[in-house]
């Protein structure tokens, strides 16, 4: 007996496809709507290049979990990305709905690489650009390592 198609079914995602994040970065596409017709969560692999860093953004209404499985990243975040976390492989990073944030790589040498999950199961739905902060935090210095 085949199950029935209009039920929800078990999917593998391999990490082969990539897309270009809003963020300025390339994803390795995993469970999404747009891969499997998730509908409450997005999960994808990313790899920060050494030196590289994000555009700033925030996720409207949506609260981002991120698990560092190599490297050191430091994230600014907040009103004005006043704010700074370092995370490093094993840790696990969350951050609210709506806050603004810009992750950036700490090495010249290797990449970061983390899983990252949304409870936005679109993969660039809810993301929302800020141009401006970037501008700000480039002009305090901060610029591309």
Aim: net charge negative.
């Amino acid at each position: 007996m085949s199950p029935n198609p209009s039920e929800p079914t078990c999917a593998v995602v391999r990490t082969s496809s990539t897309y270009e994040g809003k963020q300025g970065l390339t994803y390795f596409a995993g469970v999404s709507a747009e891969s499997v017709g998730s509908k409450g969560l997005c999960m994808h692999l990313l790899t920060i290049p050494p030196g590289g860093r994000a555009r700033a953004h925030l996720h409207e209404h949506h609260e981002s979990a991120v698990y560092v499985l190599s490297g050191e990243a430091e994230m600014w975040y907040g009103e004005g990305l006043r704010e700074r976390v370092v995370v490093g492989a094993g840790d696990f990073l969350y951050i609210p709905a709506g806050v603004p944030h810009l992750p950036a790589n700490l090495s010249r040498t290797e990449p970061c690489i983390a899983v990252l999950a949304r409870t936005d199961p679109n993969e660039q739905e809810s993301v929302v650009p800020l141009p401006e902060l970037d501008e700000s935090f480039e002009n305090q210095g901060h610029g591309i390592l």
